[in-house]
Nanobody, 121 residues
Framework: QVQLVESGGGLVQAGGSLRLSCAAS????????MDWYRQAPGKQRELVAG???????KYAESVKGRFTISRDNAKNTIYLQMNYLKPEDTAVYYC???????????????WGQGTQVTVSS
């Protein structure tokens, strides 16, 4: 089985920092995209930051300059460094990966269980 394991969420004051981690484990042939989504109560899930194996990255406008996504291809792990956190960043953050388990399979989406990030004012 393929599993995405997240860690690093918690409760912080506005202006503080958190670092999220997501490690993909199991039988993996190739990982295309690994990225972070978040979902606040009553809102749709949105893309926060994404990365490709070649190093391309993209960010939601609301987090540019504050969040940084990084990737360790050898470990199939991504990180999200979140600085200058704001109350509006409060959400459940989900790790997502688009990957192949074997060379002959198509790309398939996998999701982590989610980790709660709460920013108080």
């Amino acid at each position: 089985q393929v599993q995405l394991v997240e860690s690093g969420g918690g409760l912080v004051q506005a202006g503080g920092s958190l670092r999220l981690s997501c490690a993909a484990s199991g039988s993996i042939f190739r990982v295309n995209v690994m990225d972070w989504y978040r979902q606040a109560p009553g809102k749709q899930r949105e893309l926060v930051a994404g990365s490709t194996s070649s190093g391309s990255t993209k960010y939601a406008e609301s987090v540019k300059g504050r969040f940084t996504i990084s990737r360790d291809n050898a470990k199939n792990t991504i990180y999200l460094q979140m600085n200058y956190l704001k109350p509006e960043d409060t959400a459940v953050y989900y790790c997502h990966a688009d990957l192949k388990r074997t060379w002959f399979e198509t790309m398939t989406d996998y999701w982590g269980q989610g980790t709660q990030v709460t920013v108080s004012s």
